[in-house]
């Protein structure tokens, strides 16, 4: 009879350890579970262009690498770049180059724009994804612009107000000579020839918010652990 109560206890134990293990491993799935199916995250990425709107009717046949001058006033990632499509109605040609560049004439990237309506069009920009994105600094300038040189029916719109900028500021109107050279020339404080653009992602924080239904099952999940360990202390 002493080695059966031996035993015994032996058993009880080792089930109390169980039951403790299982609760806690319970309760973390309860809580986690209840995170993930809500969807709380701690950030969420936007794509926003570097000018999204402006002001001017200037219009003219471009025969140069137009576009503008800017300084980073926030680190920006920047994963692609647009060219102007000035009636929304594409691009008449087979590609257009698109280039961004250091203050220093350094090439940091450049994209082919695909003709037509086929690029993605976003406040009159049609844009097309970098190979990988680049990183922009805070505080330094950068230039970008589309190479407009030959191109039947595409014209660029010169010496416009930027009026809506985002992550940069002291936009100038920059320009070179075609084939996507650098645009050396600058001038002009707040107008831009479009031309190319930028776009980056932005990364907007998201709030913690503790809703009913995630109070309910945190709630539930220590109530259930709760009534396991007293079972288990009472044995």
Known sequence: MEDLSGAKRVIDKMTKTIIGKLAAKISGVIVCGGLISLGITTSAQALTAGISDFTGVSQSNSFATDGFRFRAIQDLNVTALGVFDIDNDGLNATTVDVGLWDDSGTLLGSVAVSGGTNAPILNGFRYQNLGSSINLTSGNFYRVAADMTDISGLNSRNFVTASTLNGIDSVEIA?????????????????????????????????????????????????????????????
């Open 175 to 235: 320009f070179g000579p075609g084939d996507l050279s650098f645009p050396a020339n600058h001038f002009g404080g707040g107008f831009a020839n479009l031309g190319g653009n930028i776009l980056f992602e932005d990364a907007v924080p998201v709030p913690f918010e503790l809703s009913p239904n995630l109070g309910i099952i945190i709630l539930g999940g220590i109530w259930g652990v709760s009534r396991l360990r007293k079972k288990r202390t009472k044995r």
